[in-house]
């Protein structure tokens, strides 16, 4: 059947033309260690908790979600009003740039970091500014914050602990930004519960800081796809105007509101990760020839010889790890998720195995 005409993308927005699609493997056959996930089963019982629960599908969820804002607010110390929950926190970064970015302003972000928040600005065609971070790995504040004098500039996203990196930027440094520029400073703190250090303290004095959460690392929500940010109740208020209607679902809420109930025992398995990881770096930082980065999350960054010749040799024999790619000043590096301790266990034989140059045919 003909049509009026004959070229989809001539009806596209630029900026979508342009915007190339973030993907990831699905790969269930492997031993994921490539997205910074929670690798444990929910606590005992939480999953009964939950099912337990009369859901009523039927019906829209809480479009304000306030019981799930309430659960939050124990937990961060910060007043219902001040909370904002989302499908994520992919879709809070766009709520923020939908309200305070936009044509003719700009966002700064120092790569090597998280790869949402320049997707997130194309689509509301909000312009990038990058400055990189020192040596790949330090905030370089005194130009972020010259940078963000420019008239165009409205925000500022400052991950922390960073991923891909892992590495924590000084609080001071952060708060300077704050104090100083003049603009919305998003502090992404989805690492957060393994750092064990936070800027929430400090919202009640600056109705321009902001901290993005989520429920998708430490909690081991990620399949729920659940968020929240914090900040002022006015800074929220506006953000809030952009929402669309019902966007956390009623699962995702409930699930929520149980896991905050469940803290105790999510701790354990916080501090499980954290020694795993620091297993995991002490391993890596014996095999010759291989760099690896400090880190305060619970995943870390490292340089072997051949980044890609290992990421398909660890495929090789199960191990789905992420393949960074060509990073900002460090390179090309893989990155590695904490599994469980056992899975660790046999990376770490993987690795030493690799490195004495033994080839694996594909599974």
Known sequence: METAFSNLESLVRSGVRQLVPYEVKNMPECIKLDANENPFPWPVGMREDLFSEKLMFNRYPDGMAQDLKRAIATYTKIPAEGI??????DELIQLILLTFGGLGKSMIIHPPTFGM?????QLTDT?????????????????????????????????NPNNPTGTQFPREEILQLVRESGKIIVVDEAYAEFSGETLISEIENYPNLVILRTFSKSFGMAGLRLGY?????????????????????????????????????????I??????????????????????????????????????????????????VRNMGMLPIIGKALRISAGLPEENDRLLRAIREINSGVIRRPL
């Open 84 to 89: 904002l929950v989302g499908n994520g926190s």
């Open 117 to 121: 928040y320049k997707i997130s600005a």
């Open 127 to 159: 312009t990038v500014v990058e400055v990189p971070l020192l040596n790949g790995l330090d905030l370089d504040s005194e130009q972020i914050l010259k940078a963000s004098l420019s008239p165009e500039a409205h925000v500022v996203i400052i991950c």
């Open 229 to 269: 940010l914090l900040g002022q109740a006015e800074t929220i208020a506006l953000i809030n105007r952009v929402r669309a209607p019902f966007n956390v679902n009623l699962f995702s809420q409930k699930a929520g509101i149980l896991a905050l109930n469940y803290l105790s025992e999510y701790q354990v398995q």
């Open 271 to 320: 501090q499980c990760l954290k020694a795993e990881t620091q297993k995991l770096y002490e391993g890596l930082t014996q095999v010759p020839d291989v760099v690896v980065y400090p880190t305060k999350a619970n995943f870390i960054l490292f340089k072997p010889g051949d980044p890609d010749g290992w990421a398909a040799e660890l495929l090789k024999r199960g191990f789905l």
